[in-house]
């Protein structure tokens, strides 16, 4: 066993069996197009959670997955960490209930941390950290949304993009990707451009107070609100120097990357990123025309296929970088 680092040493996910086509969409707002979907959004199809499916649902099937594959053991985790933004409940920790779904030993760790689209990358350092201390010889770390959940039924925009899913990976002392150093960054003065006002203790009742904007688009601190523009110049002024200090911190050029795997956000942003930072198209990941912006998810899911398809072989550095609602970014480099 190598010692002193922190490994990948599988990944799974699991995403809803309910499926939501761009023509379903069109079909609830004809003035749109399944080729406007298609080319802006780069989604053709998501994944969403039934209505008596959880977040915590779709994590323990993620995690039967892992364990399914044969390279990781239930009797093997000794912590569990579950980022979530659709928690089951205010309290219990949703991943305390995990433990108990999934037949977990109870000499383990668990928590639940509430982050979105940087919670994947975040989540790896929490996790690398705790095996390295030896605290945790084995960390279950878990993603889980129904982000589905949190959007008003008229809102075609948000629903074009977003997805439900779930992902699970265990981080170990040694496994198929040496885990890298991280570059995090915060900014909550964006707090309010991506947010769900109500239902927490600063807005404890709904408010009620649903309105529509110019183009018929729906706003309410009942649902998820959305600022398009200022999360867009968010991601440009942040993710360039989030990738070039990710570099820096391993000491890696960046033609020397094999693969960049950024958060799925939707392609329009994906492809302005890579123009920007100038990063060739071989070497850029796409992975939401099945799953839509699966929020935390994205990055694992990715992962999982492209070791599928053969972007990612034995010898590769792919750098990941999560990144939106917070603010919040990370970023860190995984070598196969």
Not at 38 to 63: F, I, N, P, W
Not at 178 to 183: L, T
Not at 262 to 272: G, I, P, R, S, T
Not at 315 to 322: D, M, N, P, T, Y
Request: proline content about 4%; charged content about 20%; overall charge neutral.
């Amino acid at each position: 066993m190598k010692m002193g680092k922190a490994y990948i040493k599988d990944i799974a996910y699991y995403v809803p069996e309910t499926i939501v086509t761009n023509e379903d969409i069109v079909r609830e707002f004809p003035e749109w197009s399944v080729e406007k979907i298609a080319s802006k959004v780069g989604v053709r199809q998501r994944h969403v959670a039934g209505a008596d499916e959880t977040a915590a649902d779709l994590a323990v099937k993620a995690a039967q997955n892992l364990f399914e594959r044969g390279k990781c053991e239930p009797r093997e985790v000794d912590f569990i960490l579950f980022c979530t933004q659709s928690p089951d409940y205010f309290l219990p920790t949703s991943a305390c209930v995990i433990q108990e779904r999934l037949g977990l030993r109870t000499d383990i760790g668990a928590l639940d941390f509430n982050l979105g689209c940087s919670g994947y990358v975040y989540g790896l350092s929490l996790a690398k950290g705790l095996v390295m201390a030896g605290v945790a010889g084995n960390v279950l770390l878990l993603t889980g949304e129904t982000y589905s959940k949190h959007l008003h039924p008229r809102d075609k925009g948000n629903r074009t993009i977003f997805g439900d899913a779930a992902s699970a990976t265990m981080v170990s002392a040694d496994g198929i990707a040496e885990i890298g150093n991280f570059s995090l960054g915060t900014d909550g003065s964006g707090a309010e451009n991506l947010i769900i006002k109500s239902g927490g203790m600063r807005c404890p009742r709904r408010r009620d107070d649903l309105r529509f904007d110019e183009n018929n688009n729906p706003i309410s601190s009942d649902y998820l609100y959305m600022n398009g523009s200022e999360i867009f110049t968010f991601t440009l002024d942040n993710v360039p120097p989030l990738i070039a200090d990710t570099l820096s911190k391993n000491n890696i050029g960046k033609g020397e990357v094999d693969l960049y795997v950024f958060h799925q956000a939707n392609k329009y942003m994906l492809d302005f990123l890579r123009k920007k930072i100038r990063i060739a198209p071989d070497r850029f990941y796409y992975c939401l025309s099945e799953y839509g912006n699966t929020v935390s998810n994205t990055i694992p899911i990715a992962l999982v296929n492209a070791l599928r398809d053969g972007s990612i072989t034995n010898g590769k550095s792919v750098l990941i970088a999560g990144f939106g609602v917070g603010y919040s970014w990370g970023g860190c480099l995984l070598r196969f």
